[in-house]
């Protein structure tokens, strides 16, 4: 016989926007996860440090079919609350970079920040537990699931998907907020990696894998400027994971090695100085000496700087500056640091996260088709979706 309990919500996946939710939810809430312990993605985040969320973090930093969505829940519950949660549990953090916020110490203070506010919220967790089925009869949920050997079944007026998306598996993630969301007749639009490295089918950049330098990427009409690193399969460093957002298949990436400078300009004064200088010489005090052998073999570059006519050097510049490639594909979701796409934001209330057509129903992180870009964004759409679901539930029951 299947144990049965009552709770006025059950939240399904104790990540990020999990956790938060349980802070706010109020009533008995209970928290269920497969994983050994919670927030594991917030554990090996920001190389173990958790970029937790941006200073400069708005809604034009975020990809969905509907940019609108996340505009409400982002005011409601700012990078600023979060900021002040965050120092009012006496956490220290920096900036690293582009308003990126990091723990000094460790990503585990965020767990354990978000554990304690759930302990004081009264929120209950259970780990290592298989959710078998989900049901509605109209007005409950009931739930179906495995723990410690033997079957529960709850019932709870309030279901909150937020098991996150399909990036890294071997992490648990799985796309159990999609097949219930669909099993409850809500749209899930096409999902794909994001934040992801690039690859090429002919390791073309191993010899030069390691090197980096600051650049300017585009794709489908979208720039971001910042390092670049080459890798034994293909491209990556941040702004390559920036622009694998949006990039599709089969569509070129351009790549400006001089996002700051003019180096015709550079180049052609030189030659006026020091014309006997070496053209791949002079190239790498502009950019990384590997970088140049390759390039100087790709492009066939000899001769000094005397050598070159003004027309010579603008065609070489006009190449370093849109440095065109179409990788193969991307290491997908095994390396992915977000995915793409999800639950349609059609289907949802943006103040309440809670579906349209099924009352009690919510879906809220990356399990909805709301990402952000690389810097903490990711984070702050899980704690403000996250917030406004758990504000929204205990309003209802007030
Ligand atoms: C390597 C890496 C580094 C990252 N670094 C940053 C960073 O520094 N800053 C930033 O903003 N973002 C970062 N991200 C992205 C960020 O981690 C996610 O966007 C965020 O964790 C999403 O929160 P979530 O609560 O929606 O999902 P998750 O945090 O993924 O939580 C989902 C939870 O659901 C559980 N779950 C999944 N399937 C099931 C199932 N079938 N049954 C039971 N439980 C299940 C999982 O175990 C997990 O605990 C990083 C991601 C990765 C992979």
């Known amino acids: ?34 994983a050994k312990a919670p927030g594991e993605k917030i554990r090996i985040s920001g190389g173990g440090r958790c970029n937790f969320t941006n200073l400069y973090a708005s809604p034009e930093n975020f990809l969905s079919a509907n940019p609108h969505f996340c505009k409400s829940a982002l005011s409601r519950y700012t990078q600023w609350d979060f900021i002040d949660l965050v120092a009012r549990h006496g956490i220290a953090y920096h900036e690293k970079t582009l308003g990126q916020l990091f723990c000094d110490n460790s990503a585990k203070d965020i767990i354990a920040m978000l554990q304690s506010e759930m302990a004081q919220a009264g929120a209950t967790l259970w780990l290592e537990t298989t959710i078998d089925s989900v049901d509605h009869d109209g007005t409950d949920f009931s739930v179906t699931l495995t723990r410690q050997g033997r079957q529960h079944r709850l019932t709870t007026r309030n279901l909150v998907l937020a098991t996150g998306g399909k990036s890294i598996p071997k992490m648990g993630a799985t796309g159990l907020a999609y097949d219930i969301a669909r099993q409850f007749g809500l749209a899930v639009t096409d999902t794909r990696a994001g934040l992801v490295p690039f690859t090429f089918s002919d390791a073309r950049f191993k010899p030069i894998s390691g090197v980096a330098h600051p650049v300017r990427a585009t794709a489908d009409g979208k720039a971001f400027e910042e390092a670049m690193l080459f890798t034994h399969r293909g491209l990556s460093g941040p702004v390559m994971l920036q622009i694998s957002s949006y990039w599709r298949e089969s569509q070129p990436i351009s790549i400006n090695l001089f996002p700051d400078s003019d180096p015709f300009e550079t180049l052609r004064a030189r030659r006026q100085a020091q014309g006997r200088r070496n053209l791949t010489t002079e190239l790498a005090s502009l950019l990384p000496a590997r970088l140049v052998d390759h390039l100087a073999e790709q492009m066939d570059l000899s001769g000094n700087l005397a050598d070159q006519s003004d027309s010579a050097l603008r065609h070489l510049c006009d190449a370093l500056q849109n440095w065109q490639m179409v990788p193969t594909g991307t290491e997908g979701y095994r390396t992915a640091e977000v995915t793409l796409g999800g639950i349609d934001t059609d289907m949802l209330s943006s103040k309440t996260m809670e579906a349209k057509a099924v009352k009690g129903l919510y879906a809220i992180g990356e399990a909805v088709d709301v990402t952000g870009w690389l810097g903490g964004f990711n984070f702050q759409w899980a704690w403000s979706s996250g917030w406004a679901a758990g504000q929204a539930i205990a309003q209802s029951r007030a």
């Open 1 to 34: 016989m299947a144990e049965h309990t009552t709770w006025d919500t059950v939240i399904l996946g104790a990540g990020a926007a999990g956790m938060m939710c349980a802070t706010q939810s109020g009533g008995s809430t209970l928290l269920l996860d497969h």
